[in-house]
């Protein structure tokens, strides 16, 4: 509903696209009666919407929030919900120390259908050879180690990068990616730079993780405490806790780009045997029945 939506990303007609998608969910839940409805993120869900469906259905609310909750919703919106899906345990237990009782800690994942291994061209292949790729929009912290890395085969992929300092400038090798353009950067890259958001990832684990992960890239990421459940450190990612930690293991891997591969590949195993959507949605569906009963 956003994404290069003139309606949402006007000012002027943001309020009134929010308030249609209000009245559409609404209609149509009454026409089809659901007994379950999952809201990812859902920006635009008010609570007032879901106490006037759940007045008129026996529907339970749930939402898988992407991002940190404590940054990223309102209170009210969180309270509202049957139960509230979180990859952050720090927000989980922040929220629940005011009383809130509906949150429950759940990963990210990858789709094996959009995020898997793609064949590379013979360019391709070449112009990606040794690379240290990072794809992703522009935020100044990100700007910030890119600059750091000076010196280092960094090659960057995202939209507003055309705002970095010249020297960061001339790393940018090219705008937004989607599909199979992005797969085949993660598949040919030697090394996938994966830093969190210092805000929006606390101890919790971003999706980019699970992405890289289901295409076989072998990831370069900071150690959040998650983690390591998730994915095991040295085996299936590569992990680091500050800069001096970073420059380390570029130069190891670089230098070592069979062990690399094998990362990637090990992380390509784990990611299909354990962090799916359809584990995810199995971990619902067994959140729900345990608080809920069978629904």
């Not at 943001?14 to 089809?32: G, N, P, S, T």
């Not at 949605?281 to 009963?293: K, Q």
Request: proline share 7%; hydrophobic share 40%.
């Amino acid at each position: 509903y956003r994404r290069r939506n003139p309606l949402y990303r006007s000012k002027s007609t943001k309020a009134a696209y929010q308030l249609w998608i209000l009245r559409r969910l609404e209609r149509l839940c009454l026409a089809w009666r659901p007994r379950l409805v999952l809201v990812i993120k859902g920006g635009p869900i008010t609570p007032g919407l879901i106490g006037r469906v759940k007045s008129r259905l026996d529907a339970l609310f749930l939402n898988f929030f992407p991002d940190n909750p404590l940054l990223m919703i309102p209170f009210e919106c969180i309270e509202a919900y049957d139960l509230f899906f979180t990859k952050e345990r720090y927000a989980q237990r922040q929220l629940e120390q005011v009383g809130l009782a509906n949150l429950y800690y759940l990963p990210m994942y990858c789709t094996p259908a959009f995020h898997h291994p793609v064949d590379l061209s013979d360019d391709e292949r070449r112009a990606l050879d040794g690379a240290i790729a990072l794809v992703g929009s522009h935020y100044p912290y990100r700007e910030r180690l890119v600059r750091a890395l000076a010196g280092y085969p960094v090659r960057v992929w995202g939209p507003g990068w055309d705002r970095a300092d010249s020297p960061v400038r001339r790393l940018v090798a090219g705008g937004a990616v989607g599909g199979r353009a992005k797969l085949a950067i993660y598949c040919g890259a030697s090394l996938s730079l994966n830093p969190h958001h210092p805000l929006n990832d606390i101890v919790g684990v971003n999706t980019r993780t699970f992405e890289l992960a289901s295409a076989g890239a072998c990831q370069v990421v900071d150690l959040k405490e998650e983690l390591p459940a998730l994915f095991k450190p040295g085996e299936e990612v590569v992990v680091y806790r500050d800069l001096p930690e970073l420059r380390r293991v570029l130069d190891y891997y670089l230098a070592h780009s069979d062990e690399a591969r094998a990362i990637g590949a090990n992380a390509l195993r784990r990611a299909r045997a354990d962090h799916t959507v359809r584990h995810r949605i199995d971990e619902m569906l067994f959140a729900v029945e345990e608080r809920f009963g069978k629904p």
